[in-house]
Each structure stands twice: as C-alpha cells, then as structure tokens.
C-alpha cells in the first residue's frame, strides 16, 4: 500500500514546512516581549500558613525565556496530517497557568511540588538573594531551600496566569498555510485521479 508521503507529495511537503514553521512561532512567541505583571508582597504570618500583607502590582514587558532549556527542548514532529511537539514537563505550566489558592472553597492551588521546584530552579540556574538589598548571596542549602519555599508560597497565593504558546502559533501557522496546503491537496487529489483513469 502506498503512503501518504507517495500519494500525496505537494500535501506533505507543505505540512512538512508548517510543521517546522511551527516550531519556530513557538520559539519566537516565548522570546517576544509582551505586557506582563509583575506582584511583590509583604507577608505576614497566621497560624501555621502565611497571607500577604502588601501587595504591590506591576506591568513591564518580558518574556518567557530564563535559561533557554524549554525553549531549546522544543522539538515538532509532523507525518500525514498529525502534528506532535515535544518540550520540557515545565512548558504544560506556562501553558495552563496555575489557578491561586482559594481558602473559602478549600481548594485550588496548592504549590508546585518540591521535587518539580527545585528542578525548575537547578535548570533555570536561579540565585538566592537577599530580600533587603536585593543582592545575590551564597548558593548554600538553607539559602536555596528558603528561595523555593518563598517562589512557591507566591504561586501558591497569586497563581501564574497562562500562556498558551503552543495553541497561538499552531493557530498562526494554519492561517499561513491553509492557502498553500488547499492547493496543495488539490492539485494532489487531480493527479491521483489522472493516474487512476
């Protein structure tokens, strides 16, 4: 039985191209600049959990890139007319975003788990720094343990809003070829016919 790849060549080096094209919009979205909000808080201790006391929030622009490793796990796959990406585990939480904890329904957020911190931390290669001075200090475990504790308290309240990287520039990508893949296909389909005849 012949494949999709021998009866339908134009179709498949199309889909070949959008899939690459894909790829890199999702490089590109994560490196873009875009309008993001930044929220620094005092805490304050109440029973065995913490609240925020001051909550300060900022607009700046940035991006989604810390050290390059998701953005250097991005990997597409194309055959026929299924299309898979394959990325760090830690892309699914940009992604999703993660929801803020919610004490009246007793559920939501809860925090990242330890283990998935503290690997998000060694791969971003993250410093400690002094909440003072705002200045670096050692890498020591108390110092790097108190880092993920805070990171992950923050998330646990504020949550992180999503991103849906993935979606947007497979949404993208279909819209700049689905000229070219129409003509394509057609042009396919004509000359499987001619060949039957």
Do not use: C
Not at 47 to 74: C, D, E, H, M
Not at 142 to 159: E, Y
Not at 183 to 192: P, R, V, W, Y
């Amino acid at each position: 039985m012949d494949s999709a790849k021998e009866l339908m060549p134009r179709t498949n080096n199309v889909f070949g191209e959008m899939v690459e094209w894909w790829e890199n919009q999702m490089k590109l979205n994560l490196k873009a600049k875009r309008k993001r909000v930044s929220i620094r808080s005092t805490w304050k201790k109440i029973g065995k959990g913490w609240q925020p006391k001051k909550v300060t929030k900022k607009t700046f622009r940035g991006n989604y890139v810390a050290s390059g490793t998701l953005l250097n796990s991005i990997k597409t796959t194309g055959e026929g007319f299924t299309r898979n990406v394959e990325m760090e585990r830690y892309g699914e939480a940009i992604i999703k975003g993660r929801k803020p904890w919610r004490k009246a329904k007793g559920k939501g957020n809860k925090g990242i788990p330890i283990k998935d911190m503290n690997r998000w931390i060694k791969q971003n290669k993250m410093k400690p720094r002094d909440m003072a001075t705002g200045q670096f200090i050692p890498k020591t475990a108390s110092n790097m343990k108190a880092m993920s504790f805070m990171m992950n308290r923050k998330i646990k309240h504020f949550g992180i809003e999503p991103f849906d990287f993935v979606g947007i520039s497979a949404d993208f990508t279909t819209e700049k070829y689905r000229s070219q893949l129409r003509t394509a296909m057609k042009l396919d389909i004509e000359n499987l016919f001619k060949n039957e005849l």
